[in-house]
């Protein structure tokens, strides 16, 4: 016989989000789950293609998170529509298959534009949404980050230690604005069934053994991620900031010189 597991549900009428790279993936879980419950949701990304096929609701601005100008607009543009800001989802973020190289490899054009999107981007969104937020007293900044911030492996040189700069970013916005009425959160998932990660899935070795390096034995889905937010953004968690959540299928927990499943 099946237990129950319980439910869930949440009402975010009224409230506004912004979610960076919100066409595919995670964002887009993010941005669709949201307006599921009721939110005003803005979706910043540069692939315009991909939002053309966004639900009805969600509002669409093109932008590119490493540029500072395109950062400021997204912000305007939310506000503007909507009348304010509540929750800011630094999403956007880029793993190419290039990047899977050692750093001695790396040339200094990749490297800028891995830290351009995947560090700067989240500062520069979050310089703007910031602003917003201490003028309304109130507002929550959800970075996406990765289990790679916590945990490396070997070809991951740019994208790791800056996903474990995001973490610091949470951590210390969170502890400059927990005074302000703004909390500052994150989540660190696991390998996450996304366009990004099917690009790269032989150089991560093929989703069988990409799934059962997590305790949970399998790949998780972008849905599982939005829910997360959910709840870290909602009065639920309003004890929580400053802090990370790992969505990760157990794959932190598993030391690397354990036994393979």
Same mark, same amino acid.
């Given at each position: ?12 009428? %009224? ?12 964002? =887009? ?5 949201? /307006? ?41 543009? +939310?506000?503007? &529509?909507?009348? %304010? ?6 999403? +956007? /973020? ?21 830290? %351009? ?6 500062? *520069? ?26 945990? &490396?492996?070997?070809?991951? +040189? ?5 996903? /474990? /700069?995001?973490?610091?970013? &949470? ?7 927990? =005074? ?12 996450? *069934?996304?366009? *990004? ?7 991560? %070795? ?6 059962? =390096? ?14 997360? &937010? ?25 030391? +690397? ?5």
């Amino acid at each position: 016989m099946t237990r129950p597991c319980g439910s869930v549900s949440y009402s975010n009428n %009224g409230r506004v989000i912004l979610v960076t790279g919100g066409a595919n993936g995670i964002g =887009r879980a993010i941005c669709e789950r949201w /307006a599921a419950t009721g939110a005003s949701v803005v979706c910043m990304d540069v692939d315009d293609a991909a939002a053309e096929s966004l639900p009805e609701g969600i509002d669409f601005v093109k932008g590119d998170t490493s540029i500072e100008e395109d950062c400021q607009n997204a912000v305007a543009f +939310a506000t503007d &529509t909507h009348g %304010g800001l509540d929750v800011l989802v630094n999403n +956007a /973020a880029i793993q190419p298959k290039q990047s899977y190289i050692p750093m001695h490899e790396y040339s200094r054009e990749l490297w800028e534009r891995i830290v %351009g999107v995947n560090f700067t981007g989240y500062a *520069m969104m979050a310089k703007y949404a910031l602003k917003v937020m201490l003028a309304q007293k109130s507002g929550v900044v959800c970075n996406i980050v990765s289990a790679q911030g916590h945990r &490396t492996a070997r070809e991951v +040189a740019a994208y790791g230690p800056i996903k /474990a /700069a995001n973490l610091l970013q &949470t951590q210390q916005w969170g502890v400059e604005y927990a =005074r302000k009425g703004i909390r500052v959160v994150s989540v660190s998932p696991g390998a996450i *069934m996304t366009p *990004m990660i099917r690009a790269t899935l032989d150089e991560q %070795g093929g989703a069988e053994q990409l799934a059962n =390096r997590h305790p949970l034995g399998r790949i998780g889905e972008p849905s599982e991620i939005a829910e997360a &937010t959910l709840w870290l953004c909602s009065a639920g968690a309003s004890f929580v900031t400053a802090t990370d959540l790992a969505v990760d299928g157990g794959i932190d927990a598993l030391a +690397a010189f354990a036994e393979p499943y």
